[in-house]
């Protein structure tokens, strides 16, 4: 979702987040994601370098531990090197640094567009909002707990995908650390910290990570009772982001198809659901000791 979409006062539908994957160590490029132009050109770059030192891209590959065909797909802009690639590169061939400079350009091409797009807006929130009813949410999630979460998906992902979703919502996690601070809240199901998801070990150290985060003074994280008999959030999960200049958008998820609500009078709505939401939960500290009770029978 870009500003422009914000701007537009409709409905945007951010689609299925899926891509295409295979089982290499690199990623594959999603030529229909802007960031294609990226690493076509890290790829160029890297060809001219191997070029100028006189090596055959299978001398290349033999030298830092990749396929000659790999070392192909990276230069022909359609596959993503690994950060590793890069150094190893840089150091064969002599490039000072200027190879492994460009990892800073591949690090968010490396997530897919719609995780760039939802993480860019987290990023320019002041203030966010999310109501979880099945899972924690992806900004609460240590990494063990996001993998088993799509290595269950179905249809299937594969494994660059899998791994490729996991860095996008690991990524986004900076907004908890970066300043200024953005006020956090969040609202999970009962049913999202009892269910053990990944195994109970996953579990537990899932439980560990909320009650870590759910001690930083921008962070409030409250749980919904099961036994709840008046409920306003039964229209399903959603996320709430506001910004500086006063405006504010709805994230809406749903089985195939994620959506940016930025309609000022459905906005209203999903702000007010949300208000009796957090009025209907338990308190923060009462959820912070909650989930120290799960954990302690988990």
């Avoid at 090197?81 to 400079?101: H, M, N, S, T």
């Avoid at 899972?135 to 063990?144: A, F, P």
């Avoid at 979703?165 to 969040?186: D, K, N, S, W």
């Amino acid at each position: 979702m870009t500003d422009e979409g914000r701007d537009s006062g409709g409905i945007e539908d951010l689609g299925f987040l899926a891509t295409d994957g295979t089982d290499d160590a690199d990623q594959c490029v999603d030529l229909e994601d802007d960031s294609g132009a990226v690493v076509a050109a890290v790829g160029r770059q890297i060809r001219l370098w191997r070029e100028s030192a006189g090596l055959r891209a299978k001398d290349l590959g033999d030298a830092i531990g990749y396929g000659e065909n790999q070392v192909y797909k990276v230069e022909g802009g359609k596959r993503i090197p690994k950060p590793e690639f890069l150094d190893r590169a840089d150091q064969v061939l002599g490039a000072g640094g200027k190879i492994a400079a460009m990892k800073k350009d591949l690090r968010e091409a490396r997530y897919p567009k719609k995780v760039r797009d939802l993480a860019n807006l987290e990023r320019a929130a002041v203030e966010l909002g999310a109501y979880s009813n099945h899972n924690v949410h992806g900004l609460l999630q240590t990494e063990e707990y996001a993998r088993a979460l799509y290595e269950m998906r179905r249809p299937s992902f594969g494994r660059d995908e899998i791994d490729r979703y996991v860095a996008g919502r690991m990524g986004r996690q900076e907004i908890l650390e970066r300043r200024p601070l953005t006020m956090l809240t969040f609202v999970l199901e009962e049913v999202t910290i009892r269910r053990p998801l990944g195994g109970g070990a996953v579990a537990r150290r899932q439980l560990e990570r909320l009650l870590e985060i759910g001690q930083l003074r921008h962070v409030e994280i409250q749980v919904m009772p099961t036994d709840r008999e008046d409920h306003a959030g039964m229209g399903g999960q959603f996320q709430l982001l506001k910004f500086d200049d006063g405006t504010a958008v709805a994230h809406w998820e749903g089985q195939l198809f994620n959506r940016m609500v930025s309609d000022l009078k459905q906005v209203r709505i999903i702000e007010l659901r949300y208000g009796i939401i957090r009025s209907q939960a338990l308190t923060p500290r009462e959820s912070l000791a909650f989930i120290e009770k799960v954990l302690g029978e988990t």
